[in-house]
């Protein structure tokens, strides 16, 4: 009998293309590549030993309720934790707001999308931002709504000209405030109140997203628009893959608390609940580590890895325009005009050198653009050196 070779799949799913950053991924499995295409945290910032210890502790002490199903909202001693945790260092969390624990932070902005959005709805989100989340929005059918962005943050002109003229319902804004993916921009403070202002007015939620928010190198912390939050409008999304490590798999929502519980049913038809040995490892740690010891530890070499990438592009690609932000781990760079961006993408490629070109990051994915996204936290700093030389050569 022969093996069937064609399927009819969903509408949601068949014009939904892979993440091009994880397909570049797949390619640097070659040791020779020069991979400034990741967007992986540092391996030297992971907390190893502690978790190592923690770990052992778990199964020695308590492994039963490690290895047995758990609630949907998640291990209750994590949730107060973090509710206390996010109260003292950001000032968030009202009456009306409720926390769950989530699969990564991926699954808030898929969460949400099935929760407030219909096919043909619209969502705004920044033009360009991070392609995990364009794609979970485009796969349930919405409308993506651009907003361009200015090195102080998104362009609050442009949103409320939108809003304003928009021929569909915007059911909620994504943002990236903190050192944003892929431009590594920092929201100013003023933007941040006017986006709440118009959030307000214009009767929409707003999704921020920060999971950079701990690796600031460099300038002021600034408080996050759900500090701002009155109205029960704003829907925060936290993680650990960047503060501890990403294969952990451990995020957590703060929001409305009506919002909250709708997300909660939907959680439930996905994974039932986020791994129990994952939410206990991360409440031990939270209570057995000094975190603010290890956010400057990490801040560090950040701070050393960022420093590098920017002196090697000053020094080797002139041409190479950039904002150097102020913490995260990404450097957006503009070609050149005249240098075709895909084109020079593949030739880094040929060269053992992987870049993530702009377009992946497009909401709209017929536009084209100059830029490309340079990751600093993966590479080694002498890997990084001699990737951004080559493409300084492939420039001249």
Same mark, same amino acid.
């Given at each position: 009998?022969?093996?069937?070779?064609?399927?009819?799949?969903?509408? *949601?799913?068949?014009?939904?293309?892979?993440?091009?950053?994880?397909?570049?991924?797949?390619?640097?499995?070659?040791?020779?590549?020069?991979?400034?295409?990741?967007?992986?945290?540092?391996?030297?910032?992971?907390?190893?030993?502690?978790?190592?210890?923690?770990?052992?502790?778990?199964?020695?002490?308590?492994?039963? +309720?490690?290895?047995?199903?758990?609630?949907? #909202?998640?291990?209750?001693?994590?949730?107060? &934790?973090?509710?206390?945790?996010?109260?003292?260092?950001? !000032?968030?969390?009202? %009456?009306? %707001?409720?926390?769950?624990?989530? +699969?990564?932070?991926?699954?808030?902005?898929?969460?949400?999308?099935?929760?407030?959005?219909? &096919?043909?709805?619209?969502?705004?989100?920044?033009?360009?931002?991070?392609?995990?989340?364009?794609?979970?929005?485009?796969?349930?059918?919405?409308?993506?709504?651009?907003?361009?962005?200015?090195?102080?943050?998104?362009?609050?002109?442009?949103?409320?000209?939108?809003?304003?003229?928009?021929?569909?319902?915007?059911?909620?804004?994504?943002?990236?405030?903190?050192?944003?993916?892929? /431009?590594?921009?920092?929201?100013?403070?003023?933007?941040?109140?006017?986006?709440?202002?118009?959030?307000?007015?214009? %009767?929409?939620?707003?999704? #921020?997203? !920060?999971?950079?928010?701990?690796?600031?190198? +460099?300038?002021?912390?600034?408080?996050?628009?759900?500090?701002?939050?009155?109205?029960?409008?704003?829907?925060?999304?936290?993680?650990?893959? *960047?503060?501890?490590?990403?294969?952990?798999?451990?995020?957590?929502?703060?929001?409305?608390?009506?919002?909250?519980?709708?997300?909660?049913?939907?959680?439930?038809? #996905?994974?039932?609940?986020?791994?129990?040995? !994952?939410?206990?490892?991360?409440?031990?740690?939270?209570? #057995? !580590?000094?975190?603010?010891?290890?956010?400057?530890?990490?801040?560090?070499?950040?701070?050393?890895?960022?420093?590098?990438?920017?002196?090697?592009?000053?020094?080797?690609?002139?041409?190479?325009?950039?904002?150097?932000?102020?913490?995260?781990?990404?450097?957006?760079?503009?070609?050149?005009?005249?240098?075709?961006?895909?084109?020079?993408? *593949?030739?880094?490629?040929?060269?053992?050198?992987?870049?993530?070109?702009?377009?992946?990051?497009?909401?709209?994915? /017929?536009?084209?653009?100059?830029?490309?996204?340079?990751?600093?936290?993966?590479?080694?700093?002498?890997?990084?050196? *001699?990737?951004?030389?080559?493409?300084? &050569?492939?420039?001249?």
């Amino acid at each position: 009998m022969a093996v069937k070779e064609t399927y009819e799949f969903s509408k *949601k799913i068949a014009g939904l293309k892979p993440s091009a950053v994880r397909e570049i991924l797949k390619s640097t499995s070659d040791p020779e590549v020069i991979s400034l295409a990741a967007g992986n945290p540092a391996p030297d910032a992971f907390p190893v030993e502690s978790i190592s210890k923690i770990a052992g502790d778990i199964f020695r002490e308590d492994p039963i +309720s490690a290895l047995q199903y758990g609630i949907t #909202e998640g291990y209750a001693p994590l949730r107060d &934790e973090l509710k206390t945790y996010l109260k003292n260092k950001y !000032n968030m969390g009202a %009456d009306y %707001d409720e926390l769950i624990v989530t +699969s990564g932070a991926t699954q808030i902005m898929e969460l949400l999308t099935k929760v407030l959005c219909n &096919e043909g709805d619209c969502v705004a989100c920044e033009d360009p931002s991070f392609i995990g989340s364009l794609n979970c929005f485009r796969s349930y059918g919405v409308k993506l709504c651009g907003v361009p962005m200015e090195s102080d943050g998104l362009d609050v002109a442009a949103l409320e000209k939108m809003l304003s003229s928009c021929c569909c319902k915007v059911k909620f804004l994504y943002t990236i405030p903190n050192f944003q993916n892929p /431009t590594g921009y920092t929201m100013s403070l003023e933007k941040r109140k006017k986006l709440y202002e118009l959030a307000s007015k214009y %009767d929409i939620i707003i999704l #921020e997203d !920060n999971p950079y928010g701990d690796l600031r190198v +460099s300038g002021e912390d600034l408080p996050t628009i759900k500090s701002f939050d009155t109205e029960g409008r704003v829907v925060y999304a936290g993680t650990f893959s *960047k503060l501890i490590a990403p294969g952990i798999r451990v995020g957590y929502v703060l929001g409305p608390a009506a919002l909250v519980s709708k997300m909660t049913v939907g959680k439930q038809t #996905e994974d039932v609940h986020t791994a129990m040995f !994952n939410q206990m490892l991360v409440y031990r740690w939270m209570k #057995e !580590n000094d975190i603010n010891e290890h956010i400057s530890r990490m801040q560090s070499i950040y701070r050393e890895k960022l420093n590098v990438m920017c002196d090697a592009l000053d020094e080797y690609c002139p041409k190479l325009e950039y904002v150097k932000p102020e913490g995260g781990m990404f450097v957006w760079c503009r070609l050149p005009e005249g240098v075709d961006m895909l084109g020079f993408c *593949k030739t880094a490629a040929a060269h053992k050198v992987a870049v993530v070109p702009g377009t992946a990051f497009l909401p709209d994915e /017929t536009a084209s653009t100059q830029y490309i996204r340079l990751n600093f936290s993966t590479p080694t700093n002498e890997d990084m050196v *001699k990737g951004i030389k080559i493409l300084g &050569e492939l420039l001249s």
